[in-house]
């Protein structure tokens, strides 16, 4: 079978299992040529496992308007929010700080998201993770 002609690729963030084709999702997968009403669908079901958690997701839509798309795992931050039970990251985080996670934390937040991460292992991971830790106003210890 001959490959698809690719039309275009983009990314997306997305509530995962709850998704809707309200703005902004609908009116990104519509310019593209994708249906929403159908994406969403998949991508509900696709994604039922992490329900509400925020996700990356990488669209490939082809010449025929046909699609796929590959789960990626939550950004650093939303796993770092919901380690430290805050809201958002500080507005100044060299001054105000929003809490405290521990290496350890970090390590598994790391296992989580190693595949997403430019790391060839899990301790340089763990510092990747660290840096945008401290780049939200967390404190990391050990």
């Known amino acids: 079978m001959a490959k698809k002609e690719i039309t275009v690729q983009f990314k997306l963030q997305a509530p995962g299992g709850t998704a809707t084709p309200a703005p902004p999702i609908g009116p990104a997968l519509g310019q593209h040529g994708v249906n929403p009403g159908q994406f969403i669908q998949q991508f509900n079901a696709a994604s039922a496992h992490l ?3 925020v996700i990356g997701v990488l669209v490939t839509v082809y010449k025929d ?3 796929s798309f590959e789960l990626k795992s939550p950004p650093a931050s ?3 929010k919901d380690a430290v039970k805050a809201e958002k990251g500080s507005g100044e985080p ?3 700080k929003i809490g405290n996670v521990t290496m350890a934390q970090c390590k ?3 296992k989580e998201k190693i595949k997403d991460l430019n ?3 899990e301790d340089h991971a763990a510092r990747i993770i660290a840096g945008t830790a401290r780049s939200m106003g967390i404190t990391v210890e050990g």
Request: glycine share 6%; aromatic share 12%; no cysteine.
């Open 51 to 53: 329900k509400g958690k």
């Open 65 to 67: 308007r046909t699609f």
């Open 78 to 80: 939303v796993l770092l």
């Open 94 to 96: 060299n001054k105000n």
């Open 108 to 110: 598994t937040i790391a």
């Open 119 to 121: 790391a060839f292992d």
